[in-house]
């Protein structure tokens, strides 16, 4: 079964639940109802041969409404194809979705990651725990509103975070539609000016 | 049969009897076989590891008995980036290594953070421990991990043994 047939089959069957569907450069994703994933999923596995969650990720839309997304990545052994799901998640305080880990195993610690780094939580997952940073830390790192130098923190005799000294050094990125060499200069000393011109000139 | 030695002396005794002070004994003992304790958290710990293989053979210098308990340690090199998880953990095997002891921050990450300007990097080993010797690099070749061994022991041969290493001890006295 090629991805276009996974594609048409969903369509068929959940006509409801599915928002949108697209192609790009032989990948196609659909976009589908939150509530929706679980029974989507366990299709895509039982019927359509989906046999593989490669990868599960979460997107941070600041400032958008919803904010975050959740994306699955999944594959057919057999057939060597490849679908991916997307989910808007409703709420941005308390971002709920629900668990596939029952269906694929490997879900157990993609969710984790995205309940650390993004903060989204998961209905029904057997054990939602912190898997990068330590049970405590306050924040999550990977939301778009987290500073790269990070913020102070301290869980005493298990672990303690300061910002790191950025000092606008080479590590920021100077906000430009410029070529990467622009926008993150090899050379850069604390205190240079964050203006792409100086470095448009100099390359 | 041999015939006595004709110089006046007795080789036996006075070939085998040497006069220094106790500072230079003990510092020479010390700074040639240094235990390290090899803290390798990241890639810098790869090379730790050739660096004791038989192409560049660190127990040259006397320090290829990696210990990985801090109770017989001596010096720890701290190779690899320290992430805030692991600082704390780095700490409390330093705090267990007995008096004298010295660190080794090889690499950049360990030294300054290297290129982890980020919420999850401790900026240097130095915020937790005081460190002897930085080396640059990243990773650091082995020649170079060499090379602060040698800056340690020369560190270690100009301390007086007991004043400079066991200060509470002589405080006590
Ligand atoms: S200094 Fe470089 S080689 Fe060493 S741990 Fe850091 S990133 Fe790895």
């Known amino acids: 079964m090629t991805a276009q047939d996974s594609v048409t089959r969903l369509q068929e069957r959940f006509a409801n639940s599915i928002l949108k569907a697209g192609e790009f450069r032989g990948e196609n994703s659909l976009s589908i109802k939150i509530e929706s994933v679980r029974e989507i999923a366990r299709f895509c596995r039982d019927e359509l041969g989906f046999d593989y969650l490669l990868d599960i990720s979460s997107l941070d839309h600041f400032g958008g409404d919803p904010r975050f997304e959740m994306v699955y990545e999944l594959y057919s052994m057999a057939d060597g194809v490849h679908l991916r799901l997307k989910a808007v998640v409703p709420g941005e305080d308390n971002p709920v979705a629900p668990s596939v880990s029952d269906l694929w195993p490997t879900a157990d610690w993609h969710e984790r990651e995205v309940f650390d780094m993004m903060g989204i939580r998961f209905e029904g997952h057997p054990d939602l725990r912190r898997i990068l940073m330590w049970e405590g830390y306050p924040f999550y790192p990977l939301r778009k509103d987290f500073p790269l130098e990070g913020k102070p923190s301290d869980v005493p005799e298990v672990a303690f975070t300061e910002a790191a000294p950025l000092a606008g050094g080479p590590f920021v990125t100077i906000p430009t539609d410029g070529i990467t060499e622009v926008r993150e200069p090899r050379a850069r000393r604390a205190g240079d000016p964050l203006s792409p011109d100086k470095f448009l000139a100099e390359s | ?173």
């Not at chain 2, 340690?73 to 004298?100: F, H, N």
């Not at chain 2, 090379?147 to 290493?165: C, F, R, S, T, V």
């Open chain 2, 1 to 173: 049969m041999s015939q006595p030695s004709p110089v006046a002396y007795d080789s036996k005794i006075e070939g085998n009897v040497i006069f220094t002070r106790v500072d230079a004994a003990i510092n020479w003992m010390r700074s040639n076989s240094l235990w390290p304790m090899p803290m390798g958290l990241a890639c810098c710990a790869i090379e730790l590891m050739a660096a004791s293989s038989s192409r560049y053979d660190i127990s040259r210098f006397g320090a290829e008995v990696m210990r990985f308990s801090p109770r017989q340690s001596d010096v720890m090199i701290v190779a690899g980036t320290v992430t805030y998880k692991m600082a704390l953990a780095v700490k409390r095997i330093w705090d267990q290594m007995p008096e004298p002891k010295w660190c080794i921050a090889m690499g950049a990450c360990a030294s300054s953070g290297g290129m982890y300007r980020s919420y999850a990097v401790l900026q240097g080993i130095d915020h937790l421990l005081p460190v002897d010797v930085y080396i640059s690099g990243c990773p650091p070749r082995p020649e170079a991990l060499l090379d602060g061994l040698m800056k340690l022991q020369k560190k270690i041969m100009g301390e007086h043994a007991l004043e400079d290493q066991k200060r509470s001890l002589v405080d006590a006295l």
